[in-house]
């Protein structure tokens, strides 16, 4: 079992930035990465960036250059820092323990609440 508790979500104008947290605790180290995904009313949950243990990073295209992710090993907490915030990035932001192979990201079943982004001026 993971437990995952996101945090750091809110309202913000476009250009803006904000800086989300994912808390892990459990059996996290059956994992080798960690990963935001987002979904957006009446969209599919999609993944925005990825991170293994050893602070490989991948990233959407859409957030390549603005969002940066990191982690924290020995807190066990991943960051989803985003910059420069357009209107469309609006959606409940979760994170989410599972591995990386071949640069390919496995989701696993543990998904935390999720934290609300709205971007709106």
């Known amino acids: 079992q993971v437990q995952l508790v996101e945090s750091g979500g809110g309202l913000v104008q476009p250009g803006g930035s904000l800086r989300l947290s994912c808390a892990a605790s459990g059996s996290i180290f059956a994992y080798d990465a960690m990963a935001w995904y987002r979904q957006a009313p009446g969209k599919q949950r999609e993944l925005v960036a990825s991170i293994t243990n050893s602070g490989i990073t991948n990233y959407e295209d859409s957030v390549k250059g603005r969002f940066t992710c990191s982690r924290d090993n020995a807190k066990n907490t991943v960051y989803l820092q985003m910059n420069s915030l357009k209107p469309e990035d609006t959606a409940r932001y979760y994170c989410?323990?599972?591995?990386?192979?071949?640069?390919?990201?496995?989701?696993?079943?543990?998904w935390g609440q999720g934290t609300q982004v709205t971007v709106s001026s």
């Open positions: 989410n323990a599972g591995r990386v192979r071949y640069s390919t990201y496995y989701s696993s079943p543990y």
